[in-house]
């Protein structure tokens, strides 16, 4: 009989757990927030409150990588994008620099033309020939266009003209110019503040000489401007200058005085910058002999 009672019991045990609970979920009911088991609820979460926010603390950083990683693709072309447009607009700003610059030497070589005797002709450098042996330009103005051989080639702004070299031959639609630093290439000169004269002479390089000046002669010194050197008009018989006046040759780089020598020996730094030159201006002269 004691065997046959053990089943019985268990499900007398069982109906009243089921009794029992139904009783205590009714009350909890009817009372609200009142009963007994929202009181257990309450400190149920109380208890796992920090734990939640532990375990949010940990998972929140790994949710956050995989979704970075996830949107990667996406990041790398809105980066490569906006590396485009950011060359796109340092292009845009560059060749706007460009263009300002080239018209504010447009503009200045206008104001020049309109100030300088003789007329001139406006051309642009198409081919700069400059090399260790010759140093030549081609212009985009020939004969067509009243460029002929001697004619002096200058540059410059507001400040005055600077002197380039000569025309030493043409076609109808272009012409070549001898620069003022190629070997051998001659002009009378001026020191501004003596006034002392004497030619200054290429060298095939970027400085030019200045010859037959004396060697008593009073240059700058300290923090004193460099001499400047200008352009001179001359006419000996039928022998004239084919430089205008006051044109501005270069400044006075280095002197070396003092010795047995009767001159002193003046290096000369050219006031144009050749590797740079773009537009220039034909001074239309009337033919003579070599100055």
């Known amino acids: 009989m004691a065997a046959r009672s053990g089943p019985r019991n268990t499900r007398l045990l069982v109906v009243g757990l089921v009794v029992a609970s139904l009783a205590i979920i009714t009350v909890d009911y009817r009372q609200g927030d009142s009963g007994p088991l929202a009181e257990m609820g309450r400190a149920a979460r109380t208890f796992m409150a920090p734990l939640q926010e532990a375990v949010t603390n940990v998972t929140r950083p790994v949710g956050n990588f995989f979704s970075g990683v996830a949107h990667l693709p996406s990041l790398a072309?809105?980066?490569t994008d906006l590396k485009r447009e950011l060359a796109d607009a340092e292009a845009r700003i560059n060749a706007t620099s460009q263009i300002e610059a080239q018209?504010?030497?447009l503009v200045n070589l206008l104001n020049l033309k309109q100030s300088l005797q003789p007329s001139s002709v406006p051309a642009v450098v198409i081919s700069n020939?400059?090399?260790n042996l010759n140093y030549y330009i081609t212009i985009d103005r020939g004969s067509n266009d009243g460029v002929r051989t001697n004619d002096p080639v200058v540059t410059g702004d507001q400040e005055g003209a600077r002197?380039?070299?000569?025309v030493v031959s043409t076609t109808t639609n272009s012409a070549e110019v001898r620069l003022l630093i190629d070997e051998g290439f001659s002009v009378p000169g001026r020191l501004a503040t003596s006034g002392e004269t004497g030619l200054v002479i290429g060298n095939g390089d970027q400085d030019l000489s200045m010859q037959d000046i004396p060697a008593t002669t009073?240059?700058?010194a300290g923090d004193a401007a460099p001499e400047s050197i200008f352009t001179i008009s001359y006419s000996v018989g039928d022998l004239q200058s084919r430089f205008p006046p006051n044109i501005l040759i270069g400044t006075v780089s280095s002197v070396v005085q003092g010795g047995v020598e009767p001159d002193a020996t003046?290096?000369?730094?050219?006031a144009v910058d050749f590797s740079s030159l773009e537009d220039v201006l034909v001074l239309q002269t009337a033919d003579g002999?070599?100055?």
């Open 103 to 105: 018209n504010q030497e």
């Open 163 to 166: 002197l380039v070299g000569i």
């Open 266 to 270: 003046v290096s000369v730094r050219p």
């Open 289 to 291: 002999g070599s100055g």
């Open 218 to 220: 009073k240059f700058p």
């Open 129 to 131: 020939g400059m090399s």
């Open 77 to 79: 072309q809105e980066n």
